[in-house]
């Protein structure tokens, strides 16, 4: 079943997401594939992905204990890697749901999209879902790419935004996941608006999402900058800096559940939905110093206390 792209569809995906960005949302209804999807008794088998880093783990090991306290038959296959290995994933049916961020999945399906604010990608993402896939209601908690430098470096350079490092660009040594390299919102993105010109050969591929290999690079001064999300808790931890972005190269990141649609039902949206509805910013920094921090967590025993704490780990009423 295709895509709806009538205007009061348009807007009831904005609509969602202000909603959700305000502490409450629908926990009924899809803002993206289709409002009703494909329901069948063979949706109560589920098959949870995520990427390769711990914020995605954990989120969904908390969309597994949630399902599973609503009487799903849940498997899960995380660490799979970037958008580019689990998106082919979830076409194949190799999984069936996957949180993601707002802001690159819309970049991954419309590399020319230009849409920054929380609203505006959400409708942009409508659009450019596809007939295969269901988005469920966006969480107001966002985790945004960031540039991040080392204090003593902002310090040296006077760096406060991503323009300054304009004037260095030949001294610095970036540090990103391999596809920051070529997304529109990483080396090309940072050169577009901001004259950052970071040279091939300047590039350091670690694939962690900006985990501890990312962190221990730029903490020794191995690299420069890096992309390091902005609900780490390593910023916090190693007094990094996070450059301010005020051309939007990176765009809202808003978490959000992805269901292949002959996965998805009514009440495993209502679930995925009831969980967006309680994920902010703050609970993911925290889940974040959890399982990254000194205490060092299992994702899926984060998950549990988490759902246990906001009252998920029962059956919806």
Same mark, same amino acid.
């Given at each position: 079943?295709?895509?709806?792209?009538?205007?009061?569809?348009?807007?009831?995906?904005?609509?969602?997401?202000?909603?959700?960005?305000?502490?409450?949302?629908?926990?009924?209804?899809?803002?993206?594939?289709?409002?009703?999807?494909?329901?069948?008794?063979? +949706?109560?088998?589920?098959?949870?992905?995520?990427?390769?880093?711990?914020?995605?783990? +954990?989120?969904?090991?908390?969309?597994?204990?949630?399902?599973?306290?609503?009487?799903?038959?849940?498997?899960?296959?995380?660490?799979?890697?970037?958008?580019?290995?689990?998106?082919?994933?979830?076409?194949?049916?190799?999984?069936?749901?996957?949180?993601?961020?707002?802001?690159?999945?819309?970049?991954?399906?419309?590399?020319?999209?230009?849409?920054?604010?929380?609203?505006?990608?959400?409708?942009?993402? +409508?659009?450019?879902?596809?007939?295969?896939?269901?988005?469920?209601?966006?969480?107001?908690?966002?985790?945004?790419?960031?540039?991040?430098?080392? $204090?003593?470096?902002?310090?040296?350079?006077?760096?406060?935004?991503?323009?300054?490092?304009?004037?260095?660009?030949?001294?610095? $040594?970036?540090?990103?996941?391999?596809?920051?390299?070529?997304?529109?919102?990483?080396?090309?993105?940072?050169?577009?608006?901001?004259?950052?010109?970071?040279?091939?050969?300047?590039?350091?591929?670690?694939?962690?999402?900006?985990?501890?290999?990312?962190?221990?690079?730029?903490?020794?001064?191995?690299?420069?900058?890096?992309?390091?999300?902005?609900?780490?808790?390593?910023?916090?931890?190693?007094?990094?800096?996070?450059?301010?972005?005020?051309?939007?190269?990176?765009?809202?990141?808003?978490?959000?559940?992805?269901?292949?649609?002959?996965?998805?039902?009514?009440?495993?949206?209502?679930?995925?939905?009831?969980?967006?509805?309680?994920? +902010?910013?703050?609970?993911?920094?925290?889940?974040?110093?959890?399982?990254?921090?000194?205490? $060092?967590?299992?994702?899926?025993?984060?998950?549990?206390?988490?759902?246990?704490?906001?009252?998920?780990?029962?059956?919806?009423?």
């Amino acid at each position: 079943m295709g895509i709806r792209s009538r205007p009061w569809f348009i807007a009831l995906a904005i609509s969602a997401i202000v909603a959700v960005s305000g502490g409450c949302g629908d926990s009924e209804s899809p803002i993206g594939g289709n409002e009703t999807g494909t329901s069948t008794d063979a +949706t109560n088998s589920v098959m949870i992905g995520s990427a390769n880093f711990p914020e995605s783990e +954990t989120v969904a090991s908390i969309y597994a204990a949630a399902l599973r306290a609503n009487g799903f038959d849940v498997s899960t296959k995380l660490n799979i890697g970037s958008r580019e290995a689990y998106m082919p994933a979830l076409n194949d049916g190799s999984i069936d749901v996957i949180p993601d961020y707002t802001g690159n999945l819309l970049l991954y399906l419309d590399p020319n999209a230009t849409a920054s604010s929380s609203p505006d990608v959400a409708a942009a993402l +409508t659009k450019a879902i596809g007939p295969d896939l269901v988005l469920g209601t966006p969480a107001p908690g966002e985790d945004k790419d960031a540039v991040v430098v080392t $204090k003593e470096t902002a310090d040296r350079w006077q760096l406060t935004a991503i323009g300054d490092l304009a004037s260095h660009s030949a001294e610095i $040594k970036f540090a990103g996941p391999p596809e920051f390299a070529e997304r529109p919102a990483g080396l090309p993105g940072l050169a577009a608006k901001y004259g950052v010109i970071v040279a091939p050969q300047n590039f350091v591929p670690i694939a962690d999402g900006g985990g501890p290999a990312t962190v221990d690079a730029l903490a020794k001064g191995d690299v420069t900058a890096a992309n390091i999300f902005t609900t780490s808790p390593s910023i916090k931890e190693n007094n990094f800096v996070v450059l301010a972005d005020p051309a939007n190269n990176f765009p809202a990141q808003n978490v959000i559940p992805v269901v292949r649609n002959e996965k998805y039902s009514p009440k495993l949206m209502a679930v995925l939905n009831a969980v967006s509805q309680k994920l +902010t910013t703050d609970e993911l920094i925290a889940l974040n110093t959890q399982v990254s921090g000194d205490s $060092k967590t299992e994702p899926d025993d984060a998950a549990q206390e988490w759902i246990l704490a906001h009252q998920l780990d029962k059956p919806l009423g």
